[in-house]
């Protein structure tokens, strides 16, 4: 009887320690990385430390803080109840026109979030598309409202959601819901009991990721829903009415914004970054 011989795998090319990094590609490496770091480092470096918790305790402060949770969190839940089953036909669902779908679902984060807050006003707005009719059957009236800042901020997040689950699902192992399927269990159950446990972590961090673009929003939220204080006033943009009578004020603002990205960045690093 022939022996058959196996080859050994190859392993994996290591990096050599001290390999010397050309000075070609280090040079514009070292001045990207100061680009990117040096205006934090501003921030940091003009925040008024001394009279910062008298500053974050101001009325006007906890209440765009207030807001601005409160309105990111209601956006997010809105996108996850849309956004989750619309990453679920793109991944699941072979039908016509299902890239011109995905095209038109990502178009939000590469439209300029001031175009979508006019597309949002030319629709819901009072004399929009179907801003008129909620209006005169319902009495809704959406714009300059705090239920337009979630509209607005689930328009721009949304894609960050369908995006991360639809990835999720296609890496997901489907023999899970084809054996569930086998022993009977029907589309709605299949879907509830074993698909979104599959996806749940993909789910999260789509979801996180919403809240994070949701509490950034600017844009859209000051063309649609306006800068009213305790309505329509969130972070942003009490930071761009800042900048023009307080900076320091301004700056404590972006202070706070900055703490909850890093955070956000921190928590999801082993999804959102590749490398270890």
């Known amino acids: 009887m022939t022996a058959v011989v196996r080859p050994h795998p190859v392993p994996p090319r290591r990096r050599v320690p001290g390999r010397r990094v050309p000075v070609a590609l280090l040079v514009p490496a070292g001045l990207g990385l100061l680009f990117l770091v040096l205006p934090l480092v501003g921030l940091l470096a003009r ?17 765009a803080l207030r807001l601005s949770l409160v309105t990111a969190t209601v956006a997010t839940l809105l996108c996850v109840v849309l956004g989750v089953p619309v990453a679920w036909l793109l991944a699941r669902v072979e039908f016509p026109g299902r890239r011109l779908v995905r095209a038109l679902v990502t178009v939000p984060l590469v439209l300029p979030p001031v175009v979508g ?11 929009g598309l179907l801003g008129g009719w909620l209006d005169a059957t319902f009495g809704i009236t959406l714009p300059f409202t705090t239920a337009g800042v979630v509209l607005a901020e689930a328009f721009v997040a949304m894609p ?27 589309r709605w159950t299949t879907f509830t009991h074993v698909t979104l446990p599959l996806v749940a972590p993909g789910v999260a961090a789509g ?58 960045l921190a928590g999801l690093r082993d999804r959102w970054t590749a490398a270890p």
Do not use: H, K
Not at 47 to 63: C, E, H, N
Not at 164 to 169: C, I
């Open 47 to 63: 925040a008024p430390w001394g009279s910062l918790p008298q500053r974050l305790a101001a009325p006007g402060v906890l209440t």
């Open 117 to 127: 807050g006019v597309a949002l006003l030319l629709v819901f707005g009072r004399r």
């Open 160 to 186: 960050f959601l369908v995006i991360a689950v639809e990835g999720a699902l296609r890496g997901a192992d489907v023999r899970y819901e084809e054996a569930a399927a086998t022993l009977g269990a029907g």
């Open 207 to 264: 979801a996180v990721l919403c809240w994070a673009r949701a509490l950034g929003e600017f844009g859209a939220t000051i063309t649609f829903a306006g800068n009213f204080p305790g309505r329509t006033q969130t972070m942003p943009l009490a930071v761009y009415l800042a900048l023009e009578t307080d900076l320091e004020a301004a700056i404590v603002l972006s202070l706070v914004l900055l703490v909850v990205s890093v955070a956000i």
